[in-house]
């Protein structure tokens, strides 16, 4: 019965040390603004403004804003097209 009291005590300390730990490190963890994940040291954050960003969203976001012109490019095509059809039709 002691030994399960000792036992017992043991973990309740530990339980209170990691605690102590988590709160002492909460000032540095970020959550990313865009998919929510928390970031700490195995996630890299970066602060946009007064926002935090994962290193994978902000890599997605390049990849997206990279494509840019070529999504400009096919937007102007479309609406070329559209212009043509519509001459077409009022004629």
């Known amino acids: ?12 300390l530990e339980s209170i040390k990691l605690d102590v730990y988590v709160e002492s490190k909460i ?3 970020h ?18 403004g007064n926002k935090w960003i994962c290193i994978d ?13 070529e999504w400009e490019q096919e937007i102007a095509l479309q ?3 559209k212009k043509q059809i519509e ?4 004629r």
Do not use: A, Q
């Not at 019965?1 to 309740?12: G, T």
């Not at 969203?57 to 012109?69: A, G, N, W, Y």
């Not at 001459?87 to 009022?90: D, F």
């Open 57 to 69: 969203c902000l890599r997605e976001l390049k990849e997206t804003l990279d494509s840019l012109e």
């Open 27 to 29: 000032p540095e963890m």
């Open 1 to 12: 019965m002691e030994k399960d009291k000792s036992i017992m005590m043991k973990n309740l």
């Open 31 to 48: 959550v990313c603004f865009l998919c929510g994940r928390i970031g700490y040291k195995d996630l890299p954050m970066k602060k946009i």
């Open 87 to 90: 001459r077409g039709l009022n």
């Open 79 to 81: 609406k070329e097209f």
